[in-house]
Nanobody, 127 residues
Framework: QLQFVESGGGLVQPGGSLKLSCIYS????????IGWFRQAPGKEREGVSC????????TTADSVKGRVTISRDIVKNVVYLQMSDLKLEDTAVYYC????????????????????WGQGTQVTVSS
């Protein structure tokens, strides 16, 4: 059974950086696109970034473009999300998941076409 475990969240000041990790086990994800999402209190879950099934192309939301980098280590079964210049509005629980249809491509970066969600890791940006 596929399982994702997110980690790396924490409390950081505005302008700071964090690197989130998404470790998966229980199934091979070769060929699957893996996405990072976030959900702030009272808001819907939104896509942040995604790396495609061959680990070459990434999709990133406009709200974080230029501030996040997604990468994938196939050997270690880990997908990373490096975030920099963090802003107050980046505060949220961050989740990873895999694409459930059109597996090799990230678009659309919408929660309805991703599955096997982890428990999430809290990112709090505060001064």
């Amino acid at each position: 059974q596929l399982q994702f475990v997110e980690s790396g969240g924490g409390l950081v000041q505005p302008g700071g950086s964090l690197k989130l990790s998404c470790i998966y086990s229980g199934s091979t994800l070769e060929g699957y696109s893996i996405g990072w999402f976030r959900q702030a209190p009272g808001k819907e879950r939104e896509g942040v970034s995604c790396i495609d099934g061959v680990g070459r192309l990434a999709t990133t939301a406009d709200s974080v473009k230029g501030r996040v980098t997604i990468s994938r280590d196939i050997v270690k079964n880990v997908v990373y999300l490096q975030m920099s210049d963090l802003k107050l509005e980046d505060t949220a629980v961050y989740y990873c998941a895999r694409k459930s249809i059109d597996l090799a491509h990230c678009e659309p970066l919408l929660q309805g076409v991703f599955e096997s969600w982890g428990q999430g890791t809290q990112v709090t940006v505060s001064s």
